[in-house]
């Protein structure tokens, strides 16, 4: 069985949105309102957006987005650097892996 859809609650759904289409690729559909967001990924993953307030994910609560290898993770890393995000270098533990804030309030797991 494989996961199809997940919802985030947002402080701002267009901010999160442009973060997860600039960086991860996913594209929206048309007619995206305010509060309210729908994206996919190229295999037909749905991500839902929804403008909530006083927002608390757990502390470790994240999601991930795979690359096909080490090179692609780095690349990634240094983007984020160049583009201002506080992030820290890639690591190996159970994955080669770093971790972003995403608009939003939640952690954002590149890894391989």
Avoid: W
């Avoid at 403008?51 to 890393?77: C, L, W």
Wanted: aromatic share 14%; net charge negative.
């Amino acid at each position: 069985m494989k996961l199809g859809h997940l919802n985030l609650t947002v402080p701002d759904v267009q901010a999160t949105k442009a973060f997860l289409e600039t960086y991860f690729g996913l594209t929206s559909m048309a007619g995206d309102r305010n509060g309210f967001a729908v994206l996919f990924d190229q295999d037909g993953f749905v991500l839902t957006l929804m403008k909530g307030s006083e927002i608390r994910y757990p502390k470790t609560f994240h999601i991930g987005f795979p690359q096909k290898n080490e090179a692609e993770v780095d690349r990634m890393n240094q983007r984020f650097k160049e583009d201002g995000y506080d992030v820290k270098p890639p690591v190996h533990s159970h994955a080669y892996t770093f971790y972003v804030e995403a608009p939003g309030g939640f952690q954002v797991e590149v890894m391989c």
